[in-house]
């Protein structure tokens, strides 16, 4: 392949260059976001599992009650986690069927289900073009040395990739978890009064939770890995298309 003008011998065409300082400049930064969005989620998700064994510790010890409150908006002490009031405002009301802040929790699980399995196939379908257009770089000597962290930086993002959809799946199924709960007060007390299926469910739903949890926030650090090994690269891509300085000439008061 003939070298363009404007690249150092070693190195790719000036056009190929351009392409490569491009990619490096834009998802280092692109990255910069998704080396920290993950584990925003992970905190959430934490939350939302703590939640749930709240709940799950309190139904597992109360003695369903019988109440005859005069106001629907009672609260139900029996089925209320003060824990689970404080980290999701969840409320169970002597009145009302399901809290809608559980109803909200399960919405927000499926809607991050599916952007996190969404999202993981796009990232792995990129990677692998990425990987396929890589292999361009093993002909020029001016990037010998630096192959592995390109090669790095693509596996960092394809692993990430399966981590993120392994959580959506997580995710998927504790929703399908929480769909086999009934959350309303009178079903909640014969289930306690029988037995107990509920607070064994949340149990397990709120280790799918942990587990998508630490999965992302695993995604994030393999993303951050990449920081350093982003800006190696650009900067040997800078080098490369800077073209090389023209020789001096000779000095007349000293010949040969």
Not at 11 to 28: E, K, T, V, Y
Not at 154 to 173: K, T
Not at 218 to 232: I, K, Q
């Amino acid at each position: 392949m003939d070298e363009a003008e404007g690249s150092s011998p070693g190195g790719p065409p000036a056009m190929m260059l351009d392409a490569i300082a491009n990619l490096a400049r834009f998802h280092r930064e692109h990255e910069e976001f998704y080396a920290s969005q993950p584990r925003e989620q992970s905190v959430a998700l934490q939350r939302d599992a703590r939640t749930l064994l709240a709940l799950a510790d309190r139904w597992s010890a109360v003695q369903p009650a019988s109440p005859t409150p005069l106001n629907p908006f009672e609260g139900a002490d029996d089925l209320t986690a003060p824990a689970a009031l404080q980290l999701r405002g969840v409320l169970f009301m002597e009145g009302e069927g399901e809290p809608v802040e559980l109803a909200r929790l399960k919405r927000d699980l499926s809607r991050t289900a599916d952007d996190l399995l969404s999202g993981a196939d796009w990232l792995a379908a990129a990677m692998q073009a990425s990987w396929d257009a890589a292999e361009a770089l093993l002909d020029f000597a001016g990037f010998a040395d630096l192959l592995g962290e390109r090669h790095r930086i693509i596996s960092n993002d394809w692993q990430a990739a399966h981590l993120s959809a392994m959580a959506g799946r997580l995710l998927h199924r504790a929703a399908d978890v929480l769909a086999r709960v009934d959350f309303r007060p009178s079903a909640l007390r014969a289930d306690l009064a029988r037995d107990a299926v509920s607070p064994r469910r949340l149990y397990s739903a709120a280790e799918l939770l942990a587990r998508a949890a630490d999965l992302l926030s695993e995604s994030a650090g393999l993303v951050h890995d990449n920081e350093r090994r982003w800006r190696t690269f650009r900067a040997r891509t800078s080098r490369l298309a800077s073209p090389p300085p023209a020789p001096h000439p000779p000095d007349p008061a000293h010949p040969g």
